[in-house]
């Protein structure tokens, strides 16, 4: 699907700071200028869940957060806030198309739509690690048997596949690989077994081309996302609010994914405009700062995605291959018990790439239905 370029009105979160996180309770759902504007309870109601549910993601420790756990609890979160918001469409659709709400409706379906292409990378992404992991097992396999003594065939083993994962990791950096021609639907499985032949057993139901970039997909959907102004909360029976919290819950929902996951230009350099006077925006700005803060004490701007597992993946392999291109044999029993704490490393990831990926790429594809539903519904 073709990218927007334009570009998202500059506001930055610095001057907001953790210290608002305080303040909770002192904040309002409405804007503190329009106190006196009357919030149907169903509204506020949904407010207060977003506010929940953010607030819940943003007390866990620096070493949870962009864990596929924590991927997870975020898109049960978005799940569990679209369904409340969908209720409430569907209970209000009457209003929709009138002035000057028919704006608000028409630019929201139009940012659902640019979100079906990140589900879509989101999950090549998922794909891209699986092929990862087999790599890694290879490796672990080569250099953890008991049964025998490591020998030089089962370094050149292991040697073999961790330069293979270099290999695939900076082609996904660097050049896209064969995933940025064309992705996958949402229908279709990969059957095959080989990694390096994921990127040639697609279905051609959906297409990206090659200067598809995450980075400006997402500046699309932020593209005209501004608070609604007093006199356009009135007019609306206070609908737009509701509207503009969901659209930014899908922007920052988004944003979260391209940061975590491997996707085509991935960038984080994307600015929100935000009010204090959200009590969701307050939870939402924490996440933001911390998830920023995160990519530059890495300093893996270019990196694949800040997923925790992948940090671990990226740093284990690094050391494993510095260690197996530096070992005499025979082996002296300091070299062994470097390897064998790295393989439990190692053993550690490829676990929680088996029990955490296909969870992960499940909830991808629900948010997809539910995007796709909710789009349905607004053109019934």
């Known amino acids: 699907m073709p990218s927007n370029d334009n570009q998202v ?79 409430i469409l569907l209970n ?38 699986r092929s990862w992991q087999k790599l890694l097992e290879i490796v672990v396999c080569a250099l953890g048997s008991q049964q025998r003594a490591l020998g030089e065939g089962q370094f050149r083993r292991a040697r073999k596949a961790l330069m293979d994962l270099a290999l695939a990791m900076i082609d996904e950096k660097e050049s896209g690989s064969a995933f940025s021609h064309r992705n996958r639907s949402f229908g279709r499985h990969n059957s095959s077994k080989d990694p390096r032949s994921a990127g040639h057993n697609r279905s051609r139901s959906w297409s990206v081309s090659r200067t598809w970039s995450a980075s400006k ?9 501004v608070p609604p102004r007093g ?38 350099n994307i600015s929100f405009s935000v009010l204090r006077q959200y009590s969701w925006g307050i939870p939402l700005i924490s996440l933001h700062e911390r998830i920023i803060e ?16 992948i940090y671990q993946l990226e740093k284990c392999s690094r050391h494993l291959t510095d260690l197996v291109d530096s070992v005499q044999f025979p082996l002296k029993e300091e070299q062994k018990m470097d390897v064998e704490n790295i393989l439990k490393e190692l053993a550690v990831v490829c676990k929680a790439f088996q029990e955490g990926l296909d969870p992960l790429e499940r909830q991808v594809r629900e948010v997809f239905r539910k995007i796709v539903t909710c789009r349905a519904d607004g053109l019934e």
């Open 294 to 309: 995160e990519s530059k004490k890495r300093e893996r701007r270019n990196s694949n995605g800040l997923m925790k597992e």
């Open 231 to 268: 006199n356009e909360i009135t007019a609306t029976d206070g609908l737009a609010l509701p509207v503009f919290t969901m659209s930014f819950v899908l922007l920052f929902v988004l944003w979260a994914i391209v940061a975590a996951i491997p996707c085509q230009d991935r960038g984080l």
């Open 9 to 87: 009105p500059s506001s930055s979160f610095a001057s907001f700071g953790r210290s608002l996180f305080g303040r909770r309770e002192q904040v309002h759902s409405v804007e503190a200028n329009h106190e006196s504007i009357p919030l149907n309870l169903e509204f506020k109601s949904f407010q207060d869940t977003v506010t929940d549910k953010f607030h819940g993601l943003s007390e866990v420790s620096d070493d949870e957060l962009l864990s596929m756990e924590w991927m997870g609890k975020l898109l049960d979160a978005f799940i569990s806030c679209h369904e409340e918001f969908r209720a």
């Open 217 to 225: 997909q997402l500046q699309a959907i932020a593209n005209n996302l």
């Open 92 to 129: 209000h659709k009457e209003d929709l198309s009138k002035p000057p709400m028919d704006q608000w409706t028409k630019e929201f379906f139009e940012r659902l739509v640019k979100a079906l292409d990140i589900c879509n990378a989101s999950r090549d992404g998922i794909e891209k690690i």
